[in-house]
């Protein structure tokens, strides 16, 4: 059974840290590219962070970038997101997902996501 279980979420003050995990489990997550994803209210969801399965070539949106680091550790199976000098409009759900490109489509596991809320 395929899971993606994020966790770190909370709330934190303006100017603050906070790093997110997420832990994967039931498929070869080193064959993956994972990413951060983050949904606030009334809003579409933002590809936050990206990584490739091996570690490498790590993305950012321009609104995150010099502030979050992406990272994974493929023998913990666990993708990171550690996010600094958090702002308020940094709150939202933030949800990782792990993608391969299969020799047809790609393939998608999502987790289910964790609450950030950056507020005085």
């Known amino acids: 059974q395929v899971q993606l279980v994020e966790s770190g979420g909370g709330l934190v003050q303006p100017g603050g840290s906070l790093r997110l995990s997420c832990a994967a489990s039931?498929?070869?997550?080193?064959?993956?590219?994972m990413r951060w994803h983050r949904q606030a209210p009334g809003k579409e969801r933002e590809l936050v962070a990206a990584?490739?399965?091996?570690?490498?070539?790590?993305n950012y949106a321009d609104s995150v970038k010099g502030r979050f680091i992406i990272s994974r550790d493929n023998a913990k199976n666990t993708v990171y997101l550690q996010m600094n000098s958090l702002k308020p409009e940094d709150t939202a759900v933030y949800c990782c997902?792990?993608?391969?490109?299969?020799?047809?489509?790609?393939?998608?596991?999502w987790g289910q996501g964790t609450q950030v809320t950056v507020s005085s």
């Open positions: 997902n792990a993608a391969r490109m299969g020799r047809e489509r790609w393939y998608n596991y």
């Open positions: 039931g498929f070869s997550f080193s064959n993956y590219a």
């Open positions: 990584i490739t399965n091996v570690g490498g070539s790590p």
